[in-house]
C-alpha cells in the first residue's frame, strides 16, 4: 500500500510541470503529501527532544534535534524507512522532478527527523553535494513538515533564495511548515535554503518546528551540474535591512545582533579548524603524489632503463603539449617505435615535433585516428639519449564541459617500444 496520498499520486504531472517552473530554483510544494492517517502516527512517534543529538557543527549543544538513525525510532518510521526504498517512492520523485534512477540513503546522512525549538534558526547555505560513504550525487531533499499550528510571525518558514550574498537583489520564496505539506528541491550550488529564527509567543513555547527529511541522490550527473566535493556552505546574517542611521538600539536590537555575532563567529573558527584538517589532508596527498609521480616510468619495451620519471605524462598514458624523458639503452638502439591517438577532441589534426639530441622529426596525426611513430637512431649501449616532443595541439577536458579534469592533453601514448 502507497503512503503517499491518493491526491499527491493523481496530481504527479502538475506537480511535474511546477517543479519545472518554479523560481528561484526547482520545487514543488506539496499539500496532503503523505496519507493523513499515516502523517499523524509519525507525529504521535516523533521522538523526544535529547540534548545528544542537538549538537550542531561547532560541537555545541544548540536547540536543534535529529535523529537519523530512523529505522530504531519507532513502528510508524520503520514503515515510512521502507516505503522510502521502494521503486513506487523512488518512480514518483523521478516524474515528479525529472531526474532519473534516484537512490534511496539508507544511512539518512543530515536526514531523519528534525526538531527545531524556539529560538533556533538556520543560516541560509546550500547542501554539502556528495554522500561522504558511497560518493553518489545529492541530487532532491524532501522535506515533510508535521506542524499541526503554525503562524507566519512565528518566524520559522522555510526561505528559498536567489541570492543570498547580494541583498539588493536577492529573491525568496517562503513555505509554512504546515502538518503534512512537502517541499521537494533539486540539491545543486544554487539551491540556497534556511529560515529564520523561530519567534514563539509566550502562551506556544512549548512547541517546536517538527519536520521529516530524506535526500536522494543519483551515480551520475551531467558534468555542467557537477562541482567539486563540498560541506554544507553557509551564508551568515548580515545587517538588518530594516535598519538605517539614527536607529537608536534597543534590548532587543543588542541581543539580535549578539546572536548573530555568536553564529558568525563559530562558522569562521568552524571553517579555520576544517581548513587546517583539509590543508593537511592534501599535503599527505601531495606528497604521495610526488613520491609516486618519482618513481613512475615510460613503460617501454626493450632494453632501456630510465633514471627519472618523464615530465608532462601521467600513468593513465595521456601526454601534455610537452614530453621531456631519458633513456639509457643496454644494448644497441637502433630506434623507437610510439603507437600513440591524436584525441577527436582537438580542434585539428595533431604535429608532433620530436628532438633527439639535435636529431629532428615532424609526425602528422588526424585527429581522432591511431599512429605509429617510427623514429630512426644509432645509440651505443650505456649512452644517454634525450628525447622531447612538442605537440601543437591540445585540449582540456573542464572547459568542455566533459569532466572537471583541467589538463591540458595533446595525445595518448598506447606503447612505446626499443628497436635494437
Known amino acids: 500500500m502507497s503512503l503517499i496520498s491518493v491526491s499527491a499520486l493523481q496530481e504527479g504531472d502538475e506537480f511535474a510541470r511546477q517543479f519545472l517552473e518554479a523560481r528561484p530554483f526547482r520545487h514543488v510544494v506539496v499539500d496532503g503529501f503523505l496519507d493523513p492517517a499515516f502523517c499523524q502516527s509519525i507525529l504521535d512517534e516523533f521522538p523526544r527532544f535529547e540534548d545528544r543529538f542537538a549538537l550542531n557543527e561547532m560541537g555545541d549543544v544548540g536547540g536543534k534535534a535529529v535523529r537519523m538513525g530512523v529505522r530504531e525510532l ?36 543530515g536526514g531523519g527527523t528534525h526538531e527545531n525549538r524556539d ?74 535554503h534556511g529560515f529564520e529564527e523561530i519567534r514563539l509567543p509566550a502562551d506556544r513555547k512549548a512547541i517546536s518546528r517538527k519536520s521529516f527529511a530524506i535526500y536522494l541522490y543519483t551515480k551520475e550527473r551531467a558534468p555542467a551540474e557537477t562541482a567539486p566535493a563540498h560541506a554544507t556552505v553557509y551564508v551568515p546574517d548580515g545587517m538588518p535591512q530594516d535598519w538605517s542611521a539614527g536607529r537608536t538600539l534597543d534590548e532587543a536590537d543588542i541581543n539580535l545582533l549578539r546572536a548573530r555575532f555568536i553564529r558568525l563567529r563559530g562558522q569562521l573558527k568552524y571553517l579555520y579548524e576544517r581548513e587546517q584538517h583539509d590543508s593537511g589532508q592534501i599535503g599527505i596527498l601531495t606528497r604521495a603524489v610526488t613520491e609516486a609521480r618519482a618513481a613512475w616510468r615510460l613503460p617501454v619495451q626493450g632494453y632501456v632503463k630510465q633514471d627519472a620519471s ?13 614530453l621531456q624523458l631519458s633513456l639509457v639503452p643496454q644494448r644497441t638502439l637502433t630506434g623507437l617505435e610510439i603507437d600513440l591517438i591524436a584525441p577527436a577532441q582537438l580542434a585539428q589534426d595533431q604535429v608532433l615535433t620530436i ?23 644509432k645509440c651505443a ?16 577536458p573542464a572547459e568542455r564541459g566533459e569532466s572537471g579534469d583541467n589538463r591540458e592533453l595533446a595525445w595518448m601514448l598506447r606503447e612505446a617500444r626499443a628497436v635494437h
Open 381 to 396: 649501449a650505456g649512452a644517454r639519449i634525450d628525447l622531447r616532443i612538442n605537440a601543437a595541439a591540445h585540449f582540456v
Open 119 to 192: 529560538g533556533q534558526s538556520l543560516a541560509t547555505h546550500v547542501d554539502f553535494n556528495y554522500h561522504p560513504r558511497t560518493n553518489t550525487h545529492r541530487r532532491l531533499n524532501l522535506i515533510v513538515y508535521l506542524n499541526h499550528e503554525w503562524e507566519e510571525t512565528w518566524g520559522g518558514a522555510l526561505e528559498l533564495h536567489s541570492d543570498p550574498w547580494n541583498a539588493t537583489a536577492n529573491r525568496k520564496f517562503s513555505v509554512l511548515p504546515l502538518f503534512n505539506r512537502a517541499v521537494i528541491f533539486e540539491t545543486n550550488e544554487v539551491s540556497w
Open 310 to 322: 618523464p615530465q608532462g605524462m601521467w600513468d593513465d598514458g595521456w601526454v601534455s603539449p610537452q
Open 74 to 109: 519507532a513502528p510508524a518510521y520503520r514503515k515510512l524507512d521502507a516505503f522510502l526504498q521502494t521503486p513506487e517512492f523512488l518512480g514518483y520523485m523521478s516524474k515528479v522532478t525529472g531526474i532519473p534512477d534516484l537512490l534511496y540513503d539508507a544511512d539518512y546522512v
Open 355 to 377: 628532438d633527439i639530441d639535435g636529431q629532428r622529426w615532424e609526425h602528422h596525426v588526424a585527429r581522432g585516428s591511431r599512429s605509429t611513430l617510427t623514429l630512426k637512431l
